[in-house]
């Protein structure tokens, strides 16, 4: 770990932030956690305005509040301190932004890229033209948050920033880390389901990359049986993922592997990106400008949309 990172802080204490705080509580009993909220009981050192960030002066920031207030919060930061390391949860913002980073390093929280099963995935696909991509990922927004009706979560609220494609980036964010950037060909995204939101509960998206001749996404917020997985077919090689079970089967170069990671879970995943983040070991992280990058994403979905 970093020796320097002393004084943490999280913004926002919901389900997230409470996870980020225990993790790094795990991480180092030398880390100082502050958080920044407007809940009463809180079992760390708490602030509750940003105007007192100065008093603590964190080395090491966490974003955890509601999406729609990112873009708030990175700015205040931006425009009053510098040399500060920031995470922020994905997505970055709620929309497309103009904000230059010059005074901080910034990160968005795509954790799944620490999961060894995409890292393997990206490793065997490196300098091989690939024809098609099929990722589905689906689970039951109700059963997300069991403390919680999920009407009143911002999932759940435009206002907040919900919706699966700003609320289930993961899947775009790591189809542009495999394969470059993607370009939208075909795109349905709305509401279809019974759910009482006013969000988008689905995304069926087809395109193309640059490594890529034809990529297929599904994602949704109403599979009762959650399901998150990856079929690939390219030159010499197929795999087949599924990234809940952490099981890769690829055969590649003709030879079949077979591959599993029992002991990855969100927390193990969450923990890893910390540990880089503070040791400087980002090669897998999230840079802000490929948070930038999956936000113009997200927004050329909406216009062919």
């Not at 969000?199 to 193309?208: I, Q």
Request: proline share 3%; with cysteine; glycine share 6%.
């Amino acid at each position: 770990m970093n020796k320097t990172v002393k004084n943490v802080l999280i913004i926002g204490f919901g389900s997230i932030g409470r996870q980020h705080a225990s993790i790094l509580q795990s991480i180092s009993s030398e880390l100082t956690i502050t958080v920044l909220s407007a809940q009463e009981h809180v079992p760390f050192q708490k602030i509750s305005k940003l105007t007192e960030i100065e008093k603590i002066n964190p080395d090491y920031i966490v974003i955890a509040s509601n999406t729609s207030l990112h873009f708030d919060h990175l700015c205040y930061i931006e425009n009053n301190f510098s040399g500060k390391l920031i995470l922020i949860e994905k997505p970055l913002f709620d929309t497309v932004r103009d904000q230059e980073i010059k005074n901080n390093t910034v990160y968005v929280g795509y954790h799944l890229r620490f999961d060894p099963a995409l890292n393997l995935i990206r490793e065997m696909l490196a300098g091989r033209k690939l024809w098609t991509i099929n990722v589905i990922c689906g689970s039951y927004l109700p059963e997300w948050r069991s403390n919680r009706d999920y009407r009143k979560t911002s999932s759940a609220r435009l206002d907040s920033g919900g919706g699966v494609l700003l609320d289930m980036s993961h899947e775009l964010d790591y189809l542009q880390w495999l394969c470059g950037k993607l370009e939208p060909t075909y795109v349905s995204n709305g509401k279809i389901s019974d759910l009482e939101i006013e969000t988008d509960d689905f995304l069926l998206f087809c395109g193309h990359s640059l490594l890529c001749s034809h990529i297929f996404l599904n994602i949704n917020y109403y599979s009762r049986h959650p399901i998150r997985q990856i079929v690939i077919d390219g030159e010499g090689i197929s795999i087949q993922a599924d990234l809940l079970d952490h099981v890769v089967m690829a055969y590649q170069d003709g030879k079949s592997y077979n591959y599993t990671w029992p002991n990855v879970t969100k927390s193990t995943l969450l923990e890893a990106e910390h540990r880089a983040l503070l040791s400087g070991d980002t090669k897998c992280a999230s840079t802000y400008l490929e948070g930038v990058a999956t936000m113009e994403l997200i927004e050329s979905i909406w216009r062919v949309n």
